[in-house]
């Protein structure tokens, strides 16, 4: 009834932990469950942990192509059942998501996916609850991260996971979902705990805008997106399904042309409304964020090779 895909690269320190969880989750399951881990080729003991539990285990060749994205492509492909939770392996499902899925799985509306709150602990200590600020329960969400429960065939008739996209991913097959009149909805319990590393303003700000300060070729992801929608000639969903940049671009663009011949007034109001539309709709945070997609977009655009498939080069069936 419900396949878990886990994704996974150098993941021995977390995994105990997500699997903690989903054998929490396996015991309390009245229905079939199938776990499958995918892992992009780890060089630690990922693998042996993994064994542990999972019912199959598909370690992708090496590539310069993989990223999360090729793992859930994967896990998709191989999982058996109408519903998938896709998970990170350094999450641990939240108890209360746990109790809403045995309780409600077999109700859940066939035309939507769901998504909790996500719930995030940083290497210094810090909490973070509800990093997606959804605030209404049942509400339509405007995207999602890696932990998502969708249904299969809503998947597959989008085109499946892009696994020549380094990040951003989810985005950009949110778009292509909802372009399909599938929608992602919030439910207001805790889904996940993230374990990650936290950096400064600062540190985010550079990351986000110089290409070698530490998001590696996750930097290239939204300039693949661009270059993605423009192969397929679809690119109408994703200003459909998310405008933001776009629309806070175009008010850039206007804002140096008016000031280019003098509107200096005009100019400044139309930068005023661009800001203020991203705080009204996303938060401050991202004001600078999709400034930054503009240097992303170019240097990612020309990194995207649709000719990239992701191969199982091992695999492991318990």
């Not at 042996?48 to 539990?53: D, M, N, T, V, Y």
């Not at 859940?108 to 290497?123: A, C, E, F, Q, W």
């Not at 292509?176 to 705990?193: A, E, G, W």
């Not at 850039?252 to 709709?281: D, E, H, N, R």
Request: glycine share 6%; aromatic share 16%.
């Amino acid at each position: 009834m419900l396949s878990i895909v886990v994704i996974g690269k150098n993941e021995s320190e977390n995994l105990p932990l997500v699997i903690s969880s989903l054998n929490k989750f396996r015991q309390q399951a009245k229905f079939k469950t199938q776990m499958i881990y995918i892992d992009s080729n780890s060089s630690d003991q990922s693998v042996e942990i993994a064994k542990s539990f999972f019912d199959e285990i598909y370690v992708l060749s090496p590539s310069n192509n993989l990223c999360a994205s090729a793992g859930r492509y994967m896990g998709t492909l191989k999982a058996v059942y109408e519903w998938i939770l896709y998970l990170d392996g350094d999450m641990e499902v939240c108890s209360e998501f746990i109790e809403f899925l045995c309780n409600k799985l077999e109700q859940l509306n066939t035309s939507h996916g769901y998504v909790g709150r996500y719930v995030y602990y940083y290497n210094d200590g810090t909490i973070r609850d509800n990093t997606l600020n959804y605030k209404t329960d049942g509400q339509i969400v405007t995207h999602h991260g890696g932990a998502v429960l969708l249904r299969k065939s809503s998947i597959i008739d989008a085109g499946n996971w892009n696994p020549c996209i380094f990040s951003n991913e989810e985005i950009e097959l949110y778009t292509r979902l909802r372009s399909n009149q599938y929608n992602v909805v919030f439910v207001d319990k805790p889904m996940i705990k993230h374990y990650t590393e936290q950096y400064t303003s600062m540190k985010k700000l550079i990351m986000n805008f110089v290409p070698s300060a530490g998001l590696g070729k996750k930097f290239y992801g939204f300039g693949q997106i661009l270059r993605a929608r423009f192969q397929q000639r679809d690119f109408y969903s994703l200003l459909r399904y998310f405008p933001y940049p776009f629309v806070f671009w175009i008010c850039l663009i206007i804002t140096i042309i008016f000031t280019c011949i003098g509107f200096t007034k005009i100019a400044l109001l139309l930068l005023f409304l661009g800001v203020a539309y991203i705080y009204a709709f996303k938060g401050y945070q991202y004001i600078a964020l999709y400034a930054a997609f503009i240097i992303q977009a170019i240097v990612g655009f020309g990194k995207y090779d649709d000719s990239y498939i992701p191969v199982v080069e091992i695999e492991y069936i318990n």
